[in-house]
């Protein structure tokens, strides 16, 4: 039996601080999977380092994420859900915030919101064998 390797890409992150005292914002780039143009999946940084078995789907163009510190299992499903707007992820950001389409995928409006709070939700490695998007 032979396997396909999976496809990976260069994700560039844009990190901020808010910090008053000190506010940055900080350039990184991280090796991530690729969901669909515009698109990818990479491990969560939190303050520079990896957080393994934590996920995020980033905005390729922008280099902000659309949902992240998921479990590989609600990754997956915003993945889905991003596809399923139907909207181009080439679109710079400010396009993409303004398109209802993308409403569902909001902080307090998806359904991955409680992930971390649910007993499924454990760290695995990313890609999923059974992921829906592979």
Not at 70 to 85: G, K, S
């Amino acid at each position: 039996m032979t396997t396909t390797p999976t496809l990976t890409v260069a994700v560039r992150l844009y990190l901020s601080d808010n910090d008053p005292e000190a506010p940055r914002i900080e350039e990184r780039v991280v090796t991530g999977w690729p969901v669909v143009p515009g698109l990818a999946i990479h491990v969560t940084l939190d303050d520079g380092q990896r957080l393994d078995g934590r996920y995020s789907l980033t905005h390729l163009p922008s280099g902000q994420a659309v949902a992240r510190r998921l479990c590989a299992r609600h990754v997956d499903q915003a993945a889905v859900a991003a596809i399923a707007t139907g909207v181009d992820w080439t679109e710079p950001a400010d396009q993409i915030v303004a398109d209802e389409r993308t409403v569902p995928l909001r902080p307090g409006m998806a359904d991955w919101d409680w992930c971390g709070h649910d007993i499924a939700c454990r760290p695995e490695a990313y890609p999923r064998p059974d992921s829906p998007i592979w």
